[in-house]
């Protein structure tokens, strides 16, 4: 014989939750494989929650009340490329301590020349940028950061300004990384027939590149000189000692001397030095900031490094 079992439902009253939820909570996964154009860009963390039901006048939990959370969280892994250099050791220090994962692609790997806590939240690659590993060295990455740039014949300046940055370009762009930032150079108002140098020259290309391909999250920062304690092998150079007072004397001035701006090659004199620590703060503003983009003069790069300074 078998048991038949009914179930009513009341008329009286709707439904109402039970003092029970259960929360499922979806959290980012990390890539587990080197798949291109799938960099780890902003991963959204998504609180739900499940109600059942009950019959009415059923005594209600005031402490367990549903919760309706969504937390936006954007994990930031970014690629310094020549990150043991001047500006760009500055840049993997600044991103550190502001708790961003950094790797650095130089020919020399890890830097010799430090000893600060910092360089080992670092991963030093060492390699060229014509001959990199792109899988290896931009997986998960959320933003490229050039510093490459270098002085020598006018053939040399043209290939490390501008061929090395315009293919770090295309192969960030190819492998889907969502933000390129470009460490380029103030014109110092100088005539366009002397722009057409090795130096000037590449570093306008790669401009032209960055903004091409990133049309709403490309950035170039155009700093003048940049001084702050430079390291050579052993030695320390203190270029703050000379940039430091420069800075604020022709800010000072800036009333009495902005007549004279108009004149070519006026900023030779006149553009004012910029905190290398400026160029790296800014560096961070640009890389979190996903309103940020295009390009940036000398004082809009100060600007920019005031909002992420502890």
Same mark, same amino acid.
């Given at each position: 014989?078998?048991?038949?079992?009914?179930?009513?439902?009341?008329?009286?009253? $709707?439904?109402? @939750?039970? &003092?029970? %939820? #259960?929360?499922?909570? =979806?959290? $980012?996964?990390? @890539?587990? &494989?080197? %798949? #291109?154009?799938?960099? =780890?860009?902003?991963?959204?963390?998504?609180?739900?929650?499940?109600?059942?039901?009950?019959?009415?006048?059923t005594k209600e939990n005031l402490t367990s009340l549903p919760?309706?959370?969504v937390a936006d969280v954007k994990p930031e892994r970014i690629v310094v490329l020549g990150g043991t250099g001047f500006v760009g050791s500055a840049i993997c220090k600044a991103a550190v301590l502001k708790g961003i994962e950094v790797v650095s692609l130089s020919r020399s790997?890890?830097?010799?020349?430090?000893?600060?806590?910092w360089i080992d939240q670092v991963t030093w690659?060492?390699?060229?940028?014509?001959?990199?590993?792109?899988?290896?060295?931009?997986?998960?990455?959320?933003?490229v950061v050039s510093t490459l740039g270098g002085f020598g014949s006018d053939e040399q300046m043209k290939k490390i300004n501008g061929e090395a940055n315009i293919l770090a370009v295309g192969a960030a762009k190819d492998f889907g990384v969502p933000k390129f930032i470009l460490i380029s150079v103030h014109d110092y108002n100088l005539p366009s027939f002397l722009l057409t140098n090795g130096y000037f020259a590449g570093?306008?290309?790669?401009?032209?590149?960055v903004l091409s391909k990133y049309t709403n999250t490309g950035v170039v920062l155009r700093p003048g000189f940049i001084y702050g304690k430079r390291k050579v092998g052993s030695y320390e150079i203190p270029l703050d000692i000379i940039g430091g007072p420069l800075e604020r004397f022709l800010n000072a001035a800036q009333n009495f001397t902005r007549p004279l701006s108009s004149l070519?090659?006026?900023?030779?004199?006149?553009?004012?030095?910029?905190?290398v620590d400026d160029v790296a703060f800014a560096v961070i503003n640009a890389v979190t900031d996903d309103d940020f983009f295009g390009v940036f003069t000398i004082d809009q790069i100060k600007e920019a490094a005031t909002k992420v300074r502890v």
């Open positions: 014989m078998s048991s038949l079992m009914s179930f009513t439902t009341p008329t009286s009253s $709707p439904p109402k @939750p039970l &003092s029970t %939820t #259960r929360l499922s909570l =979806l959290t $980012p996964t990390r @890539p587990s &494989s080197l %798949t #291109r154009h799938h960099s =780890l860009n902003r991963s959204l963390c998504r609180l739900s929650v499940c109600c059942s039901y009950a019959e009415a006048n919760i309706d959370v790997g890890r830097p010799s020349s430090y000893s600060d806590p690659i060492p390699g060229d940028v014509f001959y990199a590993n792109w899988d290896e060295v931009l997986l998960g990455s959320t933003a570093k306008r290309n790669a401009e032209s590149e070519p090659g006026s900023d030779l004199l006149l553009a004012p030095p910029i905190s």
